[in-house]
């Protein structure tokens, strides 16, 4: 059965996933959107965002400067790059959320 | 890369606290709280947020062991400065020994059967998400994990693969080993939110 720890669990990642889509960014939310599910195996975005995504999603040690510098570039400021940065590590780690979720459900056949 | 905007905070009040709590720290204040300043009404708030509810709200866990949780998902994701962090406040908790033993082998370190169970959920959640089965899940209740312990340490995990690949992207200063020390007693005290 589920328990209020988890409903709250549920609650607070959902609203940070809305953060993500919301509307106090500066980017577009569809590049925002696009960029999280690219940190999460989804599908290619636009350059030099899906290097960037990618990396992060995969392996974040291994992101370099050029990396980060080429977003900032095609974004004009450090405030669209902390977007899609902030947005490929939440992509990345609720991509994760979700897959436990799923397994805590199927094996104790209850919503997570 | 570092973003000089994020570094030197983007509003006066920021400015202004990330000297203040510098000088009450006495020490440069960590990348992770000028992160937590900048650009707060984007995913700041609710990051912060369910962070604090993860590692400071109700649970079976206690605090020392949530900490070690970060501190193992920062491991697996080879972010050095979230090991160094957590590492430091968990040790507030726990034996030194015992959470050096975890990182260099949480399956002989000597922890109880239920946290060894499930830090190897953690493990497969982070590294390969893809695999991470109900067996797995029914192995760590059969070793005594309660479901709600399951559910809140994977929250532990889930937020922690956030905050290390931003740790990682954003190229954080590494503090001294004394540094992690202060920042810890003001973790423990202020927590996340």
């Known amino acids: ?112 | 890369m570092r973003l000089r905007e994020v570094e030197r905070g983007d509003s006066v009040r920021s400015r202004a606290l990330i000297r203040i709590i510098s000088v009450a720290l006495g020490a440069r204040l960590p990348d992770a709280a000028r992160v937590a300043f900048y650009h707060k009404h984007f995913v700041g708030s609710a990051l912060g947020a369910w962070t604090q509810r993860a590692m400071r709200g109700s649970s079976e866990w206690s605090v020392a062991e949530r900490e070690l949780m970060a501190t193992m998902v920062a491991q697996w994701n080879s972010c050095p400065f979230c090991v160094g962090a957590h590492r430091a406040i968990a040790v507030r908790g726990m034996d030194k020994a015992v959470a050096d033993a975890c990182l260099t082998d949480y399956r002989s370190a000597p922890i109880s059967d239920h946290l060894r169970a499930t830090l190897a959920v953690l493990e497969t959640m982070t590294l390969r998400p893809e695999e991470l089965r109900p067996d797995q899940v029914r192995a760590a209740m059969a070793a005594g994990v309660t479901r709600r312990q399951l559910v809140d340490a994977t929250a532990v995990a889930a937020l922690f693969n956030i905050i290390t690949r931003y740790a990682n992207a954003l190229d954080f200063a590494i503090p001294t080993d004394a540094e992690f020390e202060k920042a810890a007693g003001m973790m423990l005290k202020r927590g996340y939110a």
């Open chain 1, 1 to 112: 059965m589920s328990t209020d720890t988890d409903a709250r669990h549920h609650d607070l990642a959902e609203a940070l996933r809305a953060t993500v889509a919301g509307e106090a960014g500066v980017t577009e939310a569809s590049l925002r959107i696009a960029t999280a599910a690219r940190a999460a195996g989804g599908p290619p975005v636009d350059q030099p965002y899906d290097t960037l995504a990618r990396q992060i999603g995969d392996a974040s040690y291994r992101v370099t400067d050029a990396e980060v510098d080429a977003v900032r570039q095609a974004t004009g400021g450090d405030k669209a790059t902390f977007e899609i940065v902030m947005s490929a590590c939440v992509g990345a780690g609720l991509a994760r959320w979700d897959a436990a979720a799923r397994a805590i459900e199927e094996a104790t056949d209850a919503p997570a």
